[in-house]
């Protein structure tokens, strides 16, 4: 999967996209009492290496995650930051329906991968369903929305200001 994620990512940023292995502590942020992992602490711990890795960072992981105030997230993003994770865990089919489906878990991982990208560009969420930009509270969410950037959001990338 990873594999695969790398060589859609290199579509968009060609010659761009490397495989690295960040030496985190993923016991120090497992909470016993939720069975998960808290998103922001690896996000924090992932910090340093910005340095020693120009360019952005994502971390990719399996397992379950969360911040406090919600019951799981699918990612999360430093916003204008460099640093970002996507977890596959909610992403799978077989979470939901027990069968097993590579092409979709793709898909989906795809566009949290953007989609978080996207924040650390400097993206807010957008409001076109058409947009990878959407929120996603549940993975119906995931699916209904698009796979890229829309037009709007396409533009603030190439051309940030001030109020974005
Ligand atoms: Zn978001
Ligand atoms: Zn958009």
Known sequence: MLGEIQ????????GKVKTINLPLDIDAVF?????????????????PFSTQYPGYIIILVDFDLYIPVLTYVFGEAMLRGNISIVSLCRLHEEFYTGSTDDSLLLKRAMKEVLHELGHNFGLYHCQNWECVMHSSSGIEEVDIKGDYFCASCQKLINEPTENN
Request: net charge positive.
């Open 7 to 14: 060589a859609r990512l290199e579509n968009f940023y060609p």
């Open 31 to 47: 909470s016993a009492e939720r069975s998960q992992y808290y998103s922001t602490k690896l996000l924090a711990q992932a910090l």
